[in-house]
């Protein structure tokens, strides 16, 4: 089940657009304004609204870090904001002066793309604040954009409903006619489809239109085997044009809001509804899914944002609170390692853990003296539970790792492979790991201890793919 846990009333006006980070809410609307909120509690930020924009803010995303917001406007700017302290990084000016409709980052974060009224594209770099390249489509505005998750490619939506798809370098590669009377976004799901040929990158990406259908498609883009675009199927659960859709992080769901003030959630899998909401009083623009936990938002021209939760024990979406985070603990951030501490109960120690810089691989380091002599916990009985739950953390982590098939180890490093690569040798490795055995002039190979032929790596996709199926697997 899913149930409404939060109502937020804070824009003077419509909300265009809202956005997860691992710790953070953010929202813009007609009002010319952006808001932050925590997800511990859905408090405000101190530095929030964020105020720049002498008009409406139509879209807003976070880079995948969560250090830096994009937002863009009306007034043909995009800003980059310190989500931390709420300043302002860059402002970045369309080079027609045309209303902005659409930003989104990389998934690397170096670059960030800018979609205008006139239908210009700008790709910038997010390091420098540049512009890069620049595009343009044939007909209509640019009011929808969405990148790849290897970032090979990034897919653009116009109101002439056309889907435009460019590679890194802003090529278009492909233009079709997807949504007879417009297209309003689209979104790729991070889980690649199973099947596909050896090398072959395969992801599904989902479309809504004015024509009152979602569609869904399949993106396949190598530079050997080329690019390929196929239709798979409509989702047709609304009765009015549907004007936002999002895929949940694991890919396992997607959602829609419309026209007709409700929100749909849908199995990907089965393509069946799994939920209506119709808690919103007027057209639905915007809805978004957190990255690590299960919680959804959906923003409205009735001017609220709501916050829905789902239900752990909902088909499709059982899974823990720690298995949502990542796929290890060791992997964890410090936002993340906060998001476990409000799951466990444990809100009042977020500012105390943020302090002292305390990630994934220190959360697991932590024993009972550094609780008391360096994170000053004074309580017993809370030192003593904030111990129970890293044990259990532990635990799970070593049942998890001690069932890793041996081809999804690196020889290297002994850990799962996030990145594998093929090297000469004709073995599969962690890419980071093989690289530094290269640069430290290693030619020979980990495996066999010969001359290697060459220090070329291959990307091994289907490995990757395999590795990505059995986590997925595994960690329900």
């Given at each position: 089940?899913?149930?409404?846990?939060?109502?937020?009333?804070?824009?003077?006006?419509?909300v265009?657009?809202?956005?997860?980070?691992?710790?953070?809410?953010?929202?813009?609307?007609?009002?010319?304004?952006?808001?932050?909120?925590?997800?511990?509690?859905?408090t405000?930020?101190?530095?929030?609204?964020?105020?720049?924009?002498?008009?409406a803010?139509?879209?807003c995303?976070f880079s995948?870090?969560?250090?830096?917001?994009?937002s863009?406007?009306?007034?043909?700017?995009t800003?980059?904001?310190?989500?931390?302290?709420?300043?302002?990084?860059?402002?970045?000016?369309?080079?027609?002066?045309?209303?902005?409709?659409?930003?989104?980052?990389?998934?690397?974060?170096?670059?960030?793309?800018s979609?205008a009224?006139?239908?210009?594209?700008?790709l910038?770099?997010?390091?420098?604040?540049?512009?890069?390249?620049?595009?343009?489509?044939?007909?209509?505005?640019?009011?929808?954009?969405?990148?790849?998750?290897?970032?090979n490619?990034?897919?653009?939506?116009?109101?002439?409903?056309?889907?435009?798809?460019w590679?890194?370098?802003?090529?278009?590669?492909?233009?079709?006619?997807?949504?007879?009377?417009g297209?309003?976004?689209?979104?790729?799901?991070?889980?690649?489809v199973?099947?596909?040929?050896?090398g072959?990158q395969?992801?599904?990406?989902?479309?809504?239109?004015?024509?009152?259908?979602i569609?869904i498609?399949?993106?396949?883009?190598?530079?050997?085997l080329?690019?390929?675009?196929?239709?798979?199927?409509?989702?047709?659960?609304?009765?009015?044009?549907?004007?936002?859709?999002?895929?949940?992080?694991?890919?396992?769901?997607?959602?829609?809001?419309?026209v007709d003030?409700?929100?749909?959630?849908?199995?990907?899998?089965?393509?069946?509804?799994?939920?209506?909401?119709?808690?919103?009083?007027?057209?639905?623009?915007?809805?978004a899914?957190?990255?690590?936990?299960?919680?959804?938002?959906?923003?409205?021209?009735?001017?609220?944002?709501?916050?829905?939760?789902?239900d752990?024990?909902?088909?499709?979406?059982?899974?823990?609170?720690?298995?949502?985070?990542k796929?290890?603990?060791?992997?964890?951030?410090?936002?993340?390692?906060?998001?476990?501490?409000?799951?466990q109960?444990?809100?009042?120690?977020?500012?105390?853990?943020?302090?002292?810089?305390?990630?994934?691989?220190?959360?697991?380091?932590?024993?009972?003296?550094?609780?008391a002599?360096?994170?000053?916990?004074?309580?017993?009985?809370?030192?003593?539970?904030?111990?129970?739950?890293i044990?259990?953390?532990?635990?799970e982590?070593?049942?998890?790792?001690?069932?890793?098939?041996?081809?999804f180890?690196?020889?290297?490093?002994?850990?799962?492979?996030k990145?594998?690569?093929?090297?000469?040798?004709?073995y599969s490795?962690?890419?980071?790991?093989?690289?530094?055995?290269?640069?430290?002039?290693?030619?020979?190979?980990p495996?066999?201890?010969?001359?290697?032929?060459?220090?070329?790596?291959?990307?091994?996709?289907?490995?990757?793919?395999?590795?990505?199926?059995?986590?997925?697997?595994?960690?329900?």
């Open positions: 089940m899913v149930k409404l846990i939060h109502t937020s009333a804070d824009h003077d006006d419509d265009n657009c809202c956005a997860f980070s691992s710790s953070l809410l953010a929202t813009c609307s007609l009002d010319k304004t952006i808001r932050l909120y925590s997800l511990s509690d859905f405000e930020l101190p530095h929030s609204p964020l105020k720049f924009h002498t008009y803010v139509h879209c995303c995948p870090s969560g250090h830096i917001l994009a863009c406007s009306t007034d043909g700017t800003v980059l904001w310190d989500t931390q302290k709420g300043q302002i990084l860059a402002v970045m000016e369309q080079p027609s002066g045309s209303p902005v409709r659409v930003c989104r980052f990389s998934p690397d974060s170096t670059c960030l793309v979609g009224a006139d239908g210009t594209v700008v910038w770099n997010a390091q420098s604040y540049k512009l890069y390249r620049c595009g343009s489509v044939k007909d209509g505005s640019l009011v929808a954009c969405a990148f790849s998750p290897n970032g490619l990034f897919v653009t939506g116009s109101s002439c409903g056309d889907l435009t798809v590679d890194d370098k802003m090529r278009c590669l492909h233009s079709e006619k997807a949504h007879d009377l297209i309003t976004c689209c979104d790729f799901s991070s889980q690649p199973s099947g596909g040929e050896q072959l395969f992801f599904r990406l989902a479309s809504c239109g004015q024509d009152c259908q569609k498609w399949t993106i396949s883009f190598t530079h050997f080329g690019f390929e675009l196929k239709y798979k199927s409509t989702l047709s659960g609304h009765c009015a044009p549907v004007l936002a859709c999002a895929f949940s992080h694991n890919g396992q769901m997607l959602v829609s809001g419309s003030k409700s929100v749909i959630v849908y199995d990907t899998i089965t393509e069946n509804i799994l939920h209506t909401l119709t808690q919103h009083t007027r057209y639905v623009t915007t809805c899914f957190a990255p690590n936990i299960l919680l959804l938002a959906t923003g409205s021209m009735d001017k609220t944002v709501n916050i829905w939760q789902f752990l024990e909902t088909p499709c979406q059982a899974r823990s609170p720690e298995d949502q985070l796929q290890f603990t060791d992997d964890w951030s410090e936002d993340d390692v906060s998001n476990w501490l409000c799951a109960g444990l809100t009042d120690l977020v500012g105390i853990f943020k302090m002292n810089n305390i990630d994934g691989r220190e959360l697991l380091n932590l024993t009972k003296e550094s609780l002599d360096d994170l000053k916990i004074e309580s017993l009985g809370l030192r003593s539970k904030v111990l129970r739950k044990e259990e953390l532990r635990t982590v070593k049942t998890l790792s001690s069932e890793i098939p041996d081809e180890i690196c020889p290297i490093t002994r850990e799962l492979m990145d594998p690569v093929i090297a000469s040798d004709g490795y962690e890419k980071e790991a093989m690289e530094n055995w290269i640069s430290k002039k290693k030619r020979t190979s495996m066999t201890n010969l001359v290697l032929p060459s220090v070329i790596l291959t990307p091994n996709r289907t490995l990757k793919m395999a590795i990505d199926r059995w986590l997925e697997t595994h960690q329900k």
